[in-house]
């Protein structure tokens, strides 16, 4: 029994003694190649896209082979998501790297809270209907179970957009926890700093309902994502990170996109593996989602926020960055007015389709998701998947009408990819997506 008490009591004496540090980061290629062609009645359909298609084989050979597929299992402190599209790309691409990389998660202790999850196509969800959110997340949920075998406990939001409702629907499908940046909180107690033992929030999302919020400091992880210098030398970095977080209790916790480390800088993986191995003689404690959720489960005081609703981390205008109304990347007046066309048509769009797809095909949503799944390893890398989803529904009973609204859909989602908005100069491809 006192072996018990004493084996409970570390992990909060630890969590309460140190601050958390680790990684939190985002994994992600977008579809970079879309192609669907078939006859419908006497008619030629073809859609397609094509954004820089050779770029994944050289991030992958930079970022996620060296992180991903070479260890045993996933650093302590490091939290990434993989997301759909790139795992189908490796799929098709790197199957042996692929493999590697299911060895690795499989290998690493508390998995389900190491990996996280997606909504499996990498779209803004407060910008999406509340039947669209839960549909995506279940499939995304699904997609990730194929790959990977368990179900995430985590879950990454595409450009970390969020909203209330996002959270509730996601505390619905499962998830435990999202990643935000700290700047993405409002409501915080007054007697509460969000330092080293606060990085861990929780938000009502309704009755009896939460999810908890693991806080990326914004600042922190801004001076390394932008600051090549700052991942030239791990032992100076962790010295300044004892100097400025440890030694104050401060948040810790970086949030970035894992492409950061090898692609955006070259060498950068070899700075992220160094400071995820020393980060203990630094007088840090590794991040680890499940301890955390499971000594609240013990009794621990709680610090409930709020989440800014409508914010991101990669657009300070409520969005705005995706429905053509701020100033993120620049835009000249014509690009501004594309990305405001974009937005408005595909929202149009997808409000039409919704409904007839309502009113044709009721209870359709379940059918369509694992049609959706079923195909989206073909749907993200290129692959002609129109002849193969038409006879699938036709198998089923299903007629030329319903798959032209179950390809329409597809399209909507997909030209509603993030990455589509990126784009300040004229000529960038990234408006391929969208257009």
């Known amino acids: 029994m006192l072996h018990e008490l004493r084996v409970d009591f570390r992990p909060e004496k630890e969590l309460v003694d140190k601050p958390l540090f680790g990684l939190l980061v985002h994994g992600y290629q977008p579809p970079r190649i879309f192609n669907v062609e078939l006859m419908l009645g006497n008619r030629q359909y073809h859609a397609g896209f094509s954004v ?12 996620y082979e060296p992180i991903l ?20 790309h490796l799929k098709k691409n790197r199957p042996d790297l692929f493999s590697s990389i299911q060895k690795t998660i499989n290998n690493t202790p508390n998995k389900e809270y190491s990996v996280l999850g997606d909504p499996l196509v990498h779209v803004i969800l407060p910008l999406l209907p509340p039947e669209d959110q839960r549909m995506l997340l279940e499939a995304g949920k699904q997609a990730f179970i194929n790959d990977f075998g368990f179900a995430p406990k985590g879950l990454w939001l595409p450009e970390t957009a969020v909203s209330k409702e996002v959270l509730h629907n996601a505390a619905a499908a499962g998830y435990e ?52 210098w700052s991942t030239f030398n791990a032992e100076a970095f962790m010295e300044g990170r004892q ?80 429905t053509g109304e701020c100033n993120c990347d620049e835009p000249s007046k014509s690009t501004l007015l594309a990305k405001q066309s974009f937005y408005k048509n595909l929202k149009a769009l997808n409000i039409f389709v919704n409904a007839l797809l309502d009113t044709k095909l009721p209870g359709w949503r379940k059918d369509f998701t694992n049609l959706f799944v079923a195909f989206a390893d073909d749907i993200f890398t290129g692959v002609n998947f129109g002849p193969q989803l038409f006879k699938a529904i036709k198998s089923t009973g299903g007629d030329e009408k319903k798959a032209k609204l179950y ?10 990819t993030s990455c589509g908005w990126f784009f300040g100069k004229e000529n960038r491809e990234e408006r391929n997506i969208p257009s």
């Not at 820089?52 to 970022?63: L, Y």
């Not at 070479?70 to 189908?88: D, H, K, M, N, Q």
């Not at 999810?211 to 922190?220: R, T």
């Not at 390809?407 to 509603?416: D, N, P, R, S, V």
Request: glycine share 10%; proline share 4%; hydrophobic share 35%.
């Open 52 to 63: 820089v298609p050779g770029e994944n084989d050289k991030i992958t050979a930079q970022v």
């Open 69 to 88: 597929g070479r260890g045993e299992r996933l650093s302590p402190g490091l939290i990434t998501s993989i997301y759909a599209p790139l795992r189908s």
């Open 177 to 228: 926890f999202v990643p935000l940046y700290d700047n993405q909180i409002i409501n915080i107690p007054g007697n509460i700093s969000l330092d080293g033992q606060h990085n861990i929030c929780m938000v009502k999302t309704g009755k009896n309902e939460e999810i908890a919020v693991a806080l990326g400091n914004s600042v922190l992880s801004g001076f390394v994502s932008y600051t090549p």
């Open 243 to 322: 100097l400025l977080e440890q030694q104050n209790g401060r948040n810790a916790l970086m949030m970035m996109d894992l492409e950061r480390f090898g692609h955006h800088q070259r060498g950068a993986e070899q700075f992220l593996e160094r400071i995820l191995n020393i980060q203990e003689a630094y007088g840090f404690s590794p991040l680890n989602m499940r301890q955390v959720l499971d000594i609240f489960q013990q009794g621990r005081e709680k610090t409930y926020v709020d989440v800014r609703d409508r914010s991101s981390w990669s657009c300070q205008h409520e969005l705005g960055r995706w």
């Open 407 to 416: 390809l329409a859909k597809i399209e909507i989602m997909i030209g509603l």
